[in-house]
């Protein structure tokens, strides 16, 4: 018998959201970067309207595995990346 984990509250999810957010901000490679924004942001409004409280907590915890991925990445990009900024980042 397994014990289901309790489903987060709403500041943990807006927490979570943040969170990947930030760390997709530290990405040095635009194109990354931008993706990882993008797909952060439709990844909750494609989830917003799950009501099963095990469906919100399976995402919310694919969520927080994809914030520890995205957080490797981002580690691993800044050792390796050029230093020379994107044309769709230079003002």
């Known amino acids: 018998m397994t014990?289901?984990?309790p489903s987060p509250?709403?500041?943990e999810v807006i927490c979570l959201f943040?969170?990947?957010?930030?760390?997709?901000r530290k990405l040095?490679?635009?194109?990354?970067?931008?993706?990882?924004?993008?797909?952060?942001i439709d990844a909750f409004r494609q989830n917003r309207?799950?009501?099963?409280?095990s469906s919100i907590s399976s995402a919310f915890s694919y969520g927080k595995s994809?914030?520890?991925v995205a957080k490797k990445?981002?580690?691993?990009?800044?050792?390796?990346?050029?230093?020379?900024?994107?044309?769709?980042e230079a003002h």
């Open 9 to 11: 509250s709403r500041p």
């Open 66 to 68: 994809q914030l520890e």
């Open 73 to 88: 990445q981002a580690l691993v990009y800044s050792l390796y990346s050029p230093k020379l900024k994107s044309v769709m």
């Open 49 to 53: 309207s799950l009501s099963d409280p």
């Open 18 to 24: 943040r969170s990947l957010l930030r760390t997709a």
């Open 3 to 5: 014990i289901a984990a």
């Open 28 to 40: 040095a490679d635009y194109n990354i970067k931008e993706y990882t924004k993008r797909r952060t």
